[in-house]
T-cell receptor, first 112, second 112 residues
Framework: EDQVTQSPEALRLQEGESSSLNCSYT??????LFWYRQDPGKGPEFLFT???AGEEKEKERLKATLTKKESFLHITAPKPEDSATYLC?????????????FGKGTLLTVNP | ETGVTQTPRHLVMGMTNKKSLKCEQH?????MYWYKQSAKKPLELMFV???????ENNSVPSRFSPECPNSSHLFLHLHTLQPEDSALYLC???????????FGPGTRLTVL
């Protein structure tokens, strides 16, 4: 069974204080790993898809990286508007290979 | 309207009521999904439709009944719900079953 574990559950940062969120996964064969951002009262917003170990993608202050066992979402010099819950999901190869298995998310709070 | 829209945004219903949730996507996508999001739990996939055909029913109780009349519209009919069904119900769409999913804002459901 595919599993996704995100850590920490919650993270508080001061504005400008860089850090990383972790997504560890267990999957029979990885087709893709997805990062989403979710603001309170809203649906998840797509950020990145990573397909193979060593791949990196960047968007503004966010950079996602992927290894064979985990993904990191690095946040550089965060601002208060980066506060949100960040969700990680994996999509497996084979079987119902379109289904996303989500983690519980990391709640990020950036204080001014 | 752009993206994925959901109505109503909030719904309070008694256990004997019948109600429906509506989802519409304006992205020209072929696949649509229903998810349930409860506090402290990962997103749970409920149903998947691809080109109007149901491809997944993730062991969802029969008190939830989906309907997909065309590739742009998705409904979730609710009847005889339980208080534990209270959650955020999210609709999503994607170009195909393996592409990234785009989510609507969700319907916050409270069952009394």
């Amino acid at each position: 069974e595919d599993q996704v574990t995100q850590s920490p559950e919650a993270l508080r940062l001061q504005e400008g204080e860089s850090s990383s969120l972790n997504c560890s996964y267990t999957v029979s064969g990885l087709r893709g790993l997805f990062w989403y951002r979710q603001d309170p009262g809203k649906g998840p917003e797509f950020l990145f898809t990573l397909y193979s170990a060593g791949e990196e993608k960047e968007k503004e202050r966010l950079k996602a990286t992927l290894t064979k066992k985990e993904s990191f979402l690095h946040i550089t010099a965060p601002k208060p508007e980066d506060s949100a819950t960040y969700l990680c999901a994996v999509q497996a190869i084979g079987g119902s290979n379109y289904k996303l298995t989500f983690g519980k998310g990391t709640l990020l709070t950036v204080n001014p | 309207e752009t993206g994925v829209t959901q109505t109503p945004r909030h719904l309070v219903m008694g256990m004997t009521n019948k109600k429906s949730l509506k989802c519409e996507q304006h992205l020209g996508h072929n696949a649509m999904y229903w998810y349930k999001q409860s506090a402290k739990k990962p997103l749970e996939l409920m149903f998947v439709y691809n080109f109007k055909e149901q491809t997944e029913n993730n062991s969802v109780p029969s008190r939830f009944s989906p309907e997909c009349p065309n590739s742009s519209h998705l409904f979730l009919h609710l009847h005889t719900l339980q208080p534990e069904d209270s959650a955020l119900y999210l609709c999503a769409s994607s170009q195909d079953l393996q592409a990234q999913e785009y989510f609507g804002p969700g319907t916050r459901l409270t069952v009394l």
